[in-house]
T-cell receptor
Framework: DAKTTQPNSMESNEEEPVHLPCNHSTISGTDYIHWYRQLPSQGPEYVIHGLTSNVNNRMASLAIAEDRKSSTLILHRATLRDAAVYYCMPAAGNQFYFGTGTSLTVIP | DAGITQSPRHKVTETGTPVTLRCHQTENHRYMYWYRQDPGHGLRLIHYSYGVKDTDKGEVSDGYSVSRSKTEDFLLTLESATSSQTSVYFC????????????FGSGTRLTVV
């Protein structure tokens, strides 16, 4: 299974962009890169995923390195509601393994 | 969340008793998963299913069994609960392709005393 490395915690000021990095150097060529977030006392929720190209949706953008060994989740304007733990996860076959994620604090 | 329901939401049980947690989906998704979440460990995969009666172990499967007799239901059983199984349990469903994401349930908080 592909292992991931994320910073344990990050802080951002409200309404500023946030770049959340993830290293997944053992990713295989067919693994999609998924990002999820978990708000306090809730189950994780899907944020975005991609394979090779950068991806955008209403929640965030995903920038994938050319060698696919790392990716960055970009929140364009952090809000207080974005305070959560963010997990990146290479989707290896049928099994999805989460790391311990990055706890994002948004400062008003 | 829409399409996936876990029951019960909370349960307290005694050590040594059997416990079954239920995950029910209305999305007709092929893949279903059980995770547990503990402080300092993040989410860890217990078991997963890739179809009716097709299941496989995850990284922390000892002490747990699962069954899937219908597409919509995935049961997690603790045959003889132990205090180390006190945790929050999440069920997740996924569509058929590797590119599709998970949808998680709201979780079951299990306390073994």
């Amino acid at each position: 299974d592909a292992k991931t490395t994320q910073p344990n915690s990050m802080e951002s000021n409200e309404e500023e962009p946030v770049h959340l990095p993830c290293n997944h150097s053992t990713i295989s060529g067919t693994d999609y890169i998924h990002w999820y977030r978990q708000l306090p006392s809730q189950g994780p929720e899907y944020v975005i995923h991609g394979l090779t190209s950068n991806v955008n949706n209403r929640m965030a953008s995903l920038a994938i390195a050319e060698d696919r060994k790392s990716s960055t989740l970009i929140l364009h304007r952090a809000t207080l509601r974005d305070a959560a733990v963010y997990y990146c996860m290479p989707a290896a076959g049928n099994q999805f393994y989460f790391g311990t994620g990055t706890s994002l604090t948004v400062i008003p | 969340d829409a399409g996936i329901t876990q029951s019960p939401r909370h349960k307290v049980t005694e050590t040594g008793t059997p416990v079954t947690l239920r995950c029910h989906q209305t999305e007709n998704h092929r893949y279903m998963y059980w995770y547990r979440q503990d402080p300092g460990h993040g989410l860890r995969l217990i078991h997963y299913s890739y179809g009716v009666k097709d299941t496989d172990k995850g990284e922390v499967s000892d002490g747990y069994s699962v069954s899937r007799s219908k597409t919509e239901d995935f049961l997690l059983t603790l045959e003889s609960a132990t205090s180390s199984q006190t945790s929050v349990y999440f069920c997740a469903i996924r569509g058929r392709t590797g590119g599709s994401g998970y949808t998680f349930g709201s979780g079951t908080r299990l306390t073994v005393v």
